[in-house]
C-alpha cells in the first residue's frame, strides 16, 4: 500500500479505536496499537512497516516527549530521583535485568542475547509511559512523576550499556571493557553537564530580574506567532542531537531540553498557545500514527516456541509489576496504587523496539529472538494502560488529578 493510503488507513481506523476504547475507559493508546496489529502482517497484512512509517513515527516520539517536558519541571523529576525514587528507578531496572539473564540460562543463550534479552524487559518506554499519564491525566501527579522519572533512569541505563556493548570489539578483554564503559560515562555526564549548566543560567538571569521571555516575544512580534514553535522545536532539537551524537537515543536529550522550558520563559498565553498547537498536533495525527506503528510490528510467527514466548513475557510483566509495586510501598502508596504504578512501568513499546533494532542490525540476536521481543514491547504496552485502569480506581484517578498528590 503507498505511504499516503497506509497513513490515512492507519489514522482513521486508530482514531476511531481510540475513540472507541476511551468510551470503554481505557486509554486511546489502546485502541490505536490493536489498529496498527489488525491492519499490520500480523492479522490482515494491509500495512507493512517500513522506513517512511517509521521516519514518522520518529517525528511522533520527539513531539510526544516535548510535549509532555512543557507540562513538567525539571526540579519536578529530579526530586522524583532522589532517594526512595531512586530507589524505585534502580529495582524496576536491576530485578527485570537479573529475571532476563535467569530466562536466557534457562534457555541456554549465549552471553550477549542473554544482555540483549535484559536490556529489553528492563526498559520503561518513556513516550509510552507519557501518553498513558496524559490520556489519564496524572502527568503532573506524584505517581506520574515517579513514573517518568523511573522511565527516564531505566532508558538512560539502558542506553549507556547499549553503548557499551556496541563499542565493544569481537575479542574483548577486562581492560578494554573498562575502557569503553569510562568512555560512555564521560558522554553520560557531558549531556547532564549541558542541561544542569543551562539551567543554572537561566535560574541565574530569573534571580537576576532579566526578562527571559522577552527574546521570544520580539521574535514572535517580528516573524508572528508561528515562529514560538519553531523557536522550542530547534531548541529541544539541540539537545536531541546532542544526546545522539553522543551515542543515546535522542528522546532523552529531548526529554530534558523541554524540561528547562516552562512559563517564566515565555508570557502566559504563549506557552498556553504553544501547548495547544503541540496537542492538536500530537493527538490529531502523529500520536496515533506512531502507537499504530507498533502495532504493525506484532508477529505471530515469534510464537513458534511457546514455552520461551511464555517464559520472557511472564518474567518482563512480573519483575516490573513487583518492583513498582515495592518501591511504591517504600514511598507510601497504597497496595492498589503501588501495583498501579508497577503497571505503568511495564509499558515498553518504542524504546524496546529502538534496543532490539540495533542488536537485530548489528548481528547481535537473531531473527527469532527479534520477533520475540517484538511481542513482549507491543503486549506489555497493549497490557499497560487496561491493567492499570483494573487496579487503580476512577475515583482514585479523579483524586489524583484533583490533588496532584497520592
Given amino acids: 500500500m503507498p505511504l499516503l493510503s497506509s497513513l490515512l488507513a492507519l489514522i482513521v481506523t486508530a482514531r476511531l479505536l481510540g475513540h472507541l476504547f476511551v468510551k470503554w475507559g481505557q486509554p486511546a493508546i489502546v485502541g490505536e496499537m490493536i489498529a496498527g496489529v489488525l491492519l499490520g502482517p500480523g492479522v490482515l497484512g494491509l500495512i507493512q512497516p517500513d522506513a517512511a512509517l517509521s521516519g514518522i513515527a520518529s517525528l511522533a ?26 530507589i524505585i528507578a534502580l529495582a524496576a531496572f536491576a530485578l527485570p535485568f537479573a529475571a532476563g539473564l535467569g530466562v536466557a540460562w534457562v534457555f541456554d543463550l549465549d552471553l550477549m542475547r542473554s544482555l540483549f534479552i535484559g536490556l529489553c524487559i528492563s526498559i520503561t518506554a518513556l513516550p509510552v509511559a507519557v501518553k498513558m499519564l496524559d490520556d489519564m491525566g496524572l502527568l503532573a501527579t506524584a505517581i506520574g512523576r515517579y513514573a517518568v522519572s523511573t522511565a527516564v533512569i531505566n532508558d538512560v541505563t539502558a542506553l549507556f550499556i547499549l553503548g557499551v556493548l556496541l563499542a565493544l570489539p569481537e575479542q574483548t578483554s577486562l ?20 542541561v544542569i549548566g543551562l539551567n543554572a543560567l537561566l535560574t541565574w538571569l530569573d534571580r537576576r530580574g532579566i526578562n527571559v521571555s522577552a527574546g521570544p516575544e520580539r521574535l514572535v512580534a517580528l516573524f508572528g506567532p508561528e515562529a514560538l514553535f519553531g523557536i522550542v522545536l530547534v531548541f529541544v532539537l539541540v539537545f536531541g542531537s546532542l544526546s545522539e551524537s553522543l551515542g543515546f537515543h535522542f528522546v532523552i536529550g529531548a526529554f ?39 502495532g504493525l510490528e506484532f508477529q505471530f510467527a515469534a510464537l513458534t516456541d511457546v514455552a520461551f514466548v511464555v517464559a520472557v513475557l511472564a518474567v518482563a510483566i512480573a519483575t516490573k509489576v513487583a518492583a513498582g509495586w515495592w518501591g511504591g510501598r517504600m514511598i507510601g502508596m497504597s497496595h492498589r496504587e ?10 515498553r513499546g518504542a524504546m524496546e523496539l529502538v534496543v532490539a533494532g540495533i542488536a537485530y542490525e548489528r548481528g547481535f540476536i537473531d531473527a527469532n529472538l527479534f520477533s520475540v521481543l517484538v511481542l513482549v514491547g507491543v503486549v506489555t504496552t497493549l497490557v499497560t494502560p487496561m491493567a492499570f485502569n483494573a487496579v487503580v480506581s476512577r475515583a482514585q484517578r479523579e483524586r489524583y488529578r484533583e490533588t496532584g498528590a497520592m
Fill in 256 to 294: 530534558f531540553g523541554a524540561l528547562l522550558l516552562d512559563q517564566r520563559h515565555f508570557v502566559a498565553s504563549r506557552y498556553d498557545d504553544l501547548r495547544l498547537t503541540l496537542n492538536s498536533i500530537t493527538g490529531g495525527f502523529l500520536a496515533p500514527v506512531f502507537f499504530a506503528s507498533l
Fill in 175 to 194: 581492560k578494554e571493557v573498562l575502557t569503553i564503559g569510562s568512555v560512555v560515562t564521560l558522554k553520560l555526564m557531558a549531556l547532564a553537564a549541558a
Fill in 338 to 347: 503501588a501495583v498501579g504504578l508497577g503497571f505503568i512501568l511495564n509499558g
Fill in 61 to 86: 516520539i520527539f513531539l510526544v516527549v516535548l510535549a509532555a517536558g512543557l507540562e513538567m519541571s525539571l526540579l519536578d523529576v529530579v526530586g522524583a530521583m532522589r532517594g526512595r525514587g531512586l
